[in-house]
């Protein structure tokens, strides 16, 4: 049976579990250097972003929060034998004024 280049779903699992771990330096270790991210939406942080800016908005955004956040997976499309794989997250953190921080991520990747 021929082996797929593309990871497994366990292995996206075990990349994206640094995330839930609040280990968010494990987890940009397997992110290419010349990634190109993009955080959508209208607010201040929306727009394109390459590894090194984005690492300086993470700072930015982790300001609000208490504690380190949480990303969880919830489900995983693709992946195993096809190039682009979509990863669900959810969020886990509470800001410092004492909000709870109930947030959806996608991340799409190849």
Request: charge should be negative; proline fraction near 3%.
């Amino acid at each position: 049976m021929p082996t797929s280049s593309f990871p497994t779903k366990a292995k996206i699992r075990e990349i994206f579990s640094h995330l839930a771990a609040g280990d968010s330096q494990a987890f940009y270790a397997h992110v290419a250097d010349d990634v190109d991210l993009t955080l959508v939406g209208s607010h201040v942080l929306s727009g394109y972003y390459d590894k090194a800016s984005f690492m300086r908005v993470l700072g930015r955004i982790n300001n609000i929060f208490d504690g380190p956040i949480k990303l969880h997976v919830q489900s995983i499309i693709g992946g195993e034998v096809e190039e682009w794989a979509v990863i669900e997250l959810s969020a886990e953190a509470k800001c410092k004024n004492g909000t709870a921080y109930d947030q959806k991520y996608s991340w799409s990747t190849r």
